[in-house]
């Protein structure tokens, strides 16, 4: 497994190593002490799975308080995967990293807490699975305005995206409840 940080060095680019033959492929997704030795130390408490239409964009999701920390892959499909710095005493505060995780390329994403995650279908479908270092609580949950213009998100839309209300709703980087 092979663990590189991105332009903000506390969000990791995982790659599983892929052992494949005229059979099919094997890799493992998760392995603690290899992330532990990378300098991934989560416990995680929680799997999760969405499966999303060409289009759907999600997100920017985080919680002000439970802060989870998610690494995230895509088991089907293609999607634009994003995460937000909210960490206002980083100097990488407001800022994000972009990347496309595919079932192809079987890359993962280690989002840390701090961070608000979105992403969008680039495919005719993705499934999504992400395991999360804390439990979801709708209480805490917030949602930064994806389309924020400060955010500077280059989105890869052909037309307006799929979103939840909650999602059309978001807040702006300015007004969003941020960490310390």
Known sequence: MRVTPTAIPDVRLVEPRVFGDARGFFYESWNRRALEA???DAEFVQDNHSRSARGVLRGLH???AHAQGKLVR???GEVYDVAVDLR???PTFGRHVA???SAENRRMLWVPPGFAHGFCVVSGSADFLYKTTDY???EHERTLLWNDPALCIDWPLGAAPIVAPKDAAGTPLAR???YP
């Open 38 to 40: 990378a300098g991934i």
């Open 62 to 64: 985080y919680q002000i």
């Open 74 to 76: 895509v088991v089907a």
């Open 88 to 90: 206002r005493s980083s």
């Open 99 to 101: 990347i496309t995780l």
């Open 136 to 138: 979801w609580f709708p």
């Open 176 to 178: 969003a409840e941020c």
